[in-house]
């Protein structure tokens, strides 16, 4: 049957909620058995639709734009990161791409700092210890000791909204904070959060107790924790990553870890292309690594307000109006700047 719903393709599951609205909505065609899709599986799936909902686990590279039917306008991303998609690319072929940024800042600065106190206060190795052992001698004056988080240093790498989340939570723990970004941030943002700006991250990194990584994935930031840099970092520093796996060395971190040359690693995104690198299980069975597989911003609440930030975006494109959280190509931008 014919609709003159906008035809979308949704390429996973969503919350129970934002289908049925979107379902009462638009004309939707889910991926009910909620895989990561194949570019062929997206190509056949998005013949005469309108709208491609994506996520992290799609990838859309300048060939699969180039093979897109042209019926496609808009690629409506269900998620705050876009590093799959090949923005010149969506935006040379006049594509529309938006995003869901905001609404998953907080719980994604929550389990940064979760993962933060994890580390050196040995949560899950203590939680795993009385699993594997099904008793507990009892308490003694030297068992289970971790590392105090007041008066360390934090050093933030990408002071967005989800680093300076994370920056404000930590300061509540006694953590002076320190950041490296592309930019200063406004006094505004920083004297509340005593924060001291390097714009060597070099530098910064030979004096924190704790990195974490807030930035974006790009080309300027692959592997930005690089070998070289993490040989910067004091031995009992932690890192923490809860954006993307390639901001950091992953090789080289395990190596400095298994050599006892930094002090652990919380990491909520890591390399699974041919599945967990057994060192890094290795490491997390000795509790050195905490290991979550990409939760930090799985909250209900979270894929919620995303599945609505989508709904609003196709809804205005659809409209013709321009929708909230369309995204340009950083070129673009860069111009944009200077004119
Ligand atoms: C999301 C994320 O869960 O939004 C992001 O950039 O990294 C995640 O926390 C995921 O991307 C959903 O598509």
Redesign the pocket.
Known sequence: MNSDKPKILVT?RLPASIESRMATLFDCKINEADKALTGADILAGLDGRDVLV????DRIDAELIGKLPDSVRLIA??????DNIDLEAAWAAGLTVT??PSV?TED?ADMATALMLALPRRLVEGTQILLRDRTWAGWSPTSMLGHRLRGKALGVVGMGRIGTAVAHRARAFGLSIHYYSRQQRPLAVETPLGARYWDNLDAMLEEVDIVSLHT?LTRDTHHILSAERMALMKPGAYVVN???PELLDEAALIERLEADLLAGAALD?FDNSNGINPRLLALAEKGSVVLTG?M???TLE??IE?GEAVIVNIRAFMDGHQPPHRLLPDKLLARAARA
Not at 54 to 57: G, P
């Open positions: 996973r994506s996520t992290i686990t991303q269900f998620g705050n990161g876009v995003n869901t998953l994604t974006p809860v954006s993307r995104v990409h930090a911003s799985a979270a894929r995303m």
